[in-house]
């Protein structure tokens, strides 16, 4: 059997909007918008979100050119399609022999039966075609509304006088799966092509990817909100670490931890190397780490002139404390008259910082400028730019600053300004919340400006685009080439089990080494099923039965110092269960000592 030479990329995001944005769904559009120019390569975006708002979202998103227009939409009910035997059909529409027209800013169409309406469209024209909702009359006890993209039947609401909502998913115009809310709490999930009921939306999430999902795809998995599918998706699978894995104190939270670890996918992808240092010293994940940095196309603005200190952060003040900088700036101000502080962004903290200037009487020389869609100029007409953060995954906003030879004052935190920013060259690197030390950061970068911008330019050839589109195409064939095929009527099934292991992803390892390590047992290959155990000490390092195994068949191959060692490693991992096999087998601890004596 030939294998594939295409690739089909599948990027998960949980819905799309115009609330929905920032550095790290901009990073999942680049990655997206890369792979779908990649020869022989099909890139689909999967929403957890099924709806007409979604498709509009979409739509808007390929307009604005924020995504390729090749890319395809699918939500998770028309991904993972159940093959239904008997498809149900939709509801039923009241019959009507008139009907009337209403024009203003939405087109209204009232049916009537006996001069009576029985129906309401209202047609609204959007980037994604027509958009119907189709009110039905003919029920007083239940408010049906269904809505339609181009005639096509998306989803239905009805809603109960007791505070009962049904919605229900269409896909080809029959209904997949209705969702039932009590009061916005929901109640159950049912889903007609399983014919089951689910209390739980996650779950019922897991159940359609483990059924459903097309194995030889490459999924895409970003940071910890979608990680939940991981497990039962049995394709290819690749997770993206940005930040949202750790607190703001740095710290991994508990759930990322597991999450992390226990993640059976064929790569971890992460953008700096600071990071990936940091996983593999904190961790005990089996699935190897590539850093893929981000890049930007953000260029300077030739001969703008350069006058003040900015700031492009949203304005979240746990996470990016502005109001350090602006304490900072106030202190050594009257230094530098003539350079002003001007802050770009939106956010909850919009109130709390123009209170803080109010405080300080300083509106003339601090000001809140409104969020910005072209941070690149601002960064060029900028004399350096002040970037809090307490966490940052990357960081695309130094890296935009310092395209812009624009040095860059942050904070000495995880991972990104560790990453991109020099001390002393392109910009200073400071301890949050020191505020004498952010005030004197500013200073001494104002002062020597033209030496720090020269040290931007080298510090970003690493990040060109041209490395960006490299690292993920050779990702991509990397996993293509690696595409795992088992033959189970395999003669030598033996054979054929360990050459599966070289190419399995970590999803079917564990079970391929049990094939592996029977095929051994029944032909009585102690050495090979102890290199079989050894494999799962790796593959599952909370589990001591590998290790109890290899303590056994390393003693009877005569491999006295590995005994030694895994009886080290038992006692290091399971404490308690290696004093109670001790207890029971005191010769093995005789054989330890014995072997430590000689060496």
């Known amino acids: 059997m030939s294998e594939p030479v295409s690739a089909h990329v599948i990027c998960i995001v949980p819905k799309l909007g115009a609330s929905v944005g920032g550095g790290k769904i901009n990073a999942v559009f680049t990655r997206m918008n890369l792979l779908a120019n990649k020869a022989d390569t099909k890139v689909t975006l999967l929403n957890l979100q099924h709806g007409c708002n979604q498709k509009i979202a979409f739509a808007e998103l390929v307009a604005s050119g ?9 939500s998770i009910y028309e991904l ?19 009907t009337r027209s209403q024009h203003g800013s939405k087109e209204r169409v009232i049916y009537l039966r006996n001069g009576v309406p029985v129906m309401r469209d209202s047609n609204e024209h959007t980037i994604a075609g027509v958009q119907t909702t189709r009110h039905l009359l003919t029920d007083p006890e239940r408010d ?38 009590e009061h916005g709490r929901l109640i159950e999930v049912e889903d007609f092509g399983l014919g089951q009921t689910y209390s739980d939306e996650i779950i019922h999430h897991r159940v359609l990817v483990h059924r459903y999902f097309p194995e030889d795809a490459i999924v895409f998995i970003d940071g910890i909100t979608s990680s939940h599918l991981s497990h039962p998706i ?74 003040d200190i900015c700031t492009v952060s949203r304005l979240e003040l746990t996470g990016k404390p502005i109001h350090q900088c602006i304490e900072a700036f106030v202190r050594i101000m009257h230094l530098i008259p003539d350079t002003n502080y001007l802050i770009y962004g939106a956010g909850l903290g919009e109130a709390r910082l123009q209170q803080l200037i109010d405080h300080h009487d300083c509106g003339n020389r601090v000001r809140l400028m409104g969020h910005t869609a072209n941070a690149p100029e601002v ?82 050839e690493y990040y060109s685009f041209d490395r960006y589109r490299d690292r993920y195409h050779q990702l991509i064939d990397d996993l293509v080439a690696n595409r795992f095929y088992f033959d189970l009527s395999a003669r030598d099934l033996k054979g054929e089990t360990l050459r599966a292991l070289d190419k399995a992803p970590a999803q079917h390892r564990d079970r391929l080494l049990d094939l592996y390590i029977h095929q051994c047992h029944l032909s009585r290959d102690l050495g090979s099923m102890y290199d079989g155990f050894r494999q799962k000490i790796a593959l599952r390092p909370k589990d001591q039965r590998p290790i109890v195994r290899c303590i056994w068949l390393s003693r009877r191959l005569g491999r006295d110092a590995e005994c030694r060692a895994h009886l080290d490693l038992f006692a290091q991992r399971f404490p308690d269960q290696h004093a109670d096999f001790v207890a029971r087998y005191p010769d093995f601890i005789e054989l330890a000592d014995a072997v430590e004596g000689l060496a």
């Open 379 to 460: 960064f060029s007409q900028s004399l350096f730019s002040l970037a809090p953060t307490m966490t940052e995954g990357f960081g695309l906003a130094l890296l935009e600053a310092l395209t812009c030879d624009c040095p860059v004052i942050s904070f000495d935190v995880d991972y990104g300004p560790r990453e991109l920013i020099r001390s002393g060259e392109n910009g200073e690197l400071v301890q949050p919340r020191d505020l004498d030390a952010i005030a004197a950061a500013i200073l001494k970068v104002h002062a020597d400006r033209d030496r720090y911008a020269s040290g931007c330019a080298a510090s970003v």
């Open 66 to 74: 924020l995504l390729d227009s090749k890319i395809a939409h699918q």
């Open 234 to 307: 049995p394709a290819r699978k690749v997770l993206f670490l940005h930040a949202d894995h750790r607190n703001p104190t740095g710290k991994i939270v508990p759930r990322s931890r597991g999450l992390i670890e226990a993640f059976d996918g064929d790569a971890i992808i992460t953008a700096t190397h600071a990071h990936k240092q940091r996983l593999d010293a904190e961790l005990a994940h089996t699935t190897p780490v590539r850093v893929i940095p981000h890049y930007t196309d953000a260029a300077a603005t030739p001969g703008a002139p350069r006058k």
């Open 144 to 181: 049906i509304r269904l809505k339609y993209l181009d005639d096509a039947l998306v989803e239905s609401r009805e809603a109960f006088g007791d505070g009962f909502v049904d919605k229900v998913a269409f896909v080809g115009g029959h209904p997949a799966c209705r969702t039932r809310r």
């Open 80 to 98: 993972c399609v159940s093959p239904q035997t008997t498809l149900r059909d939709g509801p039923s529409l009241p019959d009507w022999d008139d």
